[in-house]
């Protein structure tokens, strides 16, 4: 799903920069004008933005001053991705620099300056070994800002596309090892009802990481529990997940109604088109708003490769089928094939969320989940300076982080 040729072509003039003992500094303050401002409340126009040092200067009223002139297209806050297992035929579990750079790569593309390479359930070892790998690729790569952990403690019962040979529950033995590499991990999926869970939720809140709830059979109170020890977001809501069911004589509510009626929890939503319906997308934009929902794509490395390529996923065959990534045999879902800007485009198309509010679900909201509220997620003064530039049909025309133009690169 890469982006039409003519968005590629589409350049504006670049700023100098100049090196420094080895670090970029802009020589002058770059000013990005005539663009039609993406804010939380709205769409605003005659504003520009000043960058300098990397971040977000000032946001005034247009001046007459040499500015980038964006041409009356959107200027958006780039987009923040929690869940990204990988793209262009490389996933997240190869622990290799130029896999992670293919990933962002591909990914910036879509207007994402900010993303969360994603485990699958696979041996601790291994597990441990990526977050070794990504800490190493962080420094040059500034759109990974982290591991989110999907797995292995998730439930047996929904494992989904997750390989269940090595799902394991989260006691001290298993996670003894990831804790020592909690730097670098900014969010962990997990089943709320497996032994230990509710000790490793504190523990990670503790620490300042995101928990979410995810590959789960968890009863109501079950969740209430997990709750009330710090888990606050759902992982690609309405897929492998516990939902209503009978006890007895009563129907209980599983993960799926405690997370949509409780207002302190974000929902992650896969607004592909092809893991859930557009009418389930509307239930749970109704339920939420525009502040509940977290837009994430869930790519994997079949994203961005033609029809009918076949590709391996933790060492499950998959194959990219109409807009999708399945399991080889058919059976299932294995992932989506998006980009950020396929599904924010689908929540606007399909859904009818209006366009700021979508931009809302892709930036702000996921800042704030995992802690970032206060550098990403937003045009305003002190912010990180990442943008993506939108023409009227909502195609990725230019991504920029930290000031610097990644897509188009200057080799495209």
Not at 1 to 19: C, D, L, T, W
Not at 218 to 240: I, K, P
Request: glycine share 10%; aromatic share 4%; hydrophobic share 40%.
């Amino acid at each position: 799903m890469m982006p039409p040729a003519h968005a590629q072509r589409n350049e504006f003039p670049a700023f100098p920069y100049a090196i420094i003992h080895g670090a970029r500094y802009r020589q002058t303050p770059m000013i990005l004008a005539n663009a039609r401002l993406i804010l939380p409340d709205g769409v605003r126009d005659g504003l520009e933005i000043v960058v300098t040092d990397d971040l977000i200067r000032e946001v005034r009223e247009r001046t007459t001053g040499p500015a980038i002139d964006l041409r009356g297209n959107y200027l958006a806050p780039g987009f923040i991705d929690l869940h990204v297992h990988g793209g262009a035929g490389h996933d997240a579990m190869e622990v290799s620099g130029d896999a992670s750079h293919e990933i962002c790569r591909f990914h910036a593309s879509g207007g994402t300056t900010s993303l969360l390479l994603t485990t699958m359930t696979a041996p601790i070892p291994e597990i441990v070994n990526v977050l070794a790998e990504v800490r190493k690729a962080a420094a040059p790569l500034r759109q990974i800002v982290g591991v989110h952990l999907e797995g292995p403690f998730i439930s047996r019962e929904r494992p989904g596309a997750q390989r269940p040979e090595f799902i394991c529950d989260p006691l001290p033995a298993a996670t003894k090892e990831l804790l020592a590499n909690a730097d670098v991990i900014k969010r962990v999926t997990l089943a709320a009802e497996l032994p230990g869970a509710l000790q490793l939720i504190a523990e990670l809140c503790r620490r300042g990481i995101s928990v979410s709830g995810g590959h789960t059979d968890a009863w109501d109170e079950q969740v209430r529990e997990a709750f009330d020890q710090g888990l606050r977001s759902s992982t690609h809501t309405f897929n492998c997940m516990s939902s209503a069911r009978r006890r007895g004589v009563r129907r209980v509510a599983g993960f799926l109604e405690f997370a949509m009626s409780e207002p302190e929890i974000s929902c992650e939503l896969i607004a592909d088109g092809h893991h859930v319906s557009a009418t389930l997308m509307k239930l749970l934009y109704r339920a939420k708003g525009a502040r509940g929902i977290c837009l994430v794509t869930d790519a994997i490395a079949g994203a961005g490769l033609p029809e009918g390529t076949t590709f391996q996923l933790g060492g499950r065959q998959c194959v990219v089928e109409n807009g999708v990534c399945l399991l080889a045999d058919r059976s299932a879902l294995a992932g989506s094939a998006s980009r950020m800007i396929d599904v924010v485009r689908c929540a606007v198309t399909l859904v009818g969320i209006p366009l700021h509010e979508a931009i809302l679900m892709a930036t702000g909201n996921p800042a704030r989940a995992i802690g970032l509220e206060g550098r990403k997620g937003a045009l305003r003064t002190g912010a990180d300076a990442d943008f993506v530039v939108l023409s009227p049909e909502l195609e990725v025309l230019q991504t920029y982080v930290a000031g610097e133009q990644i897509y188009p690169s200057s080799s495209s």
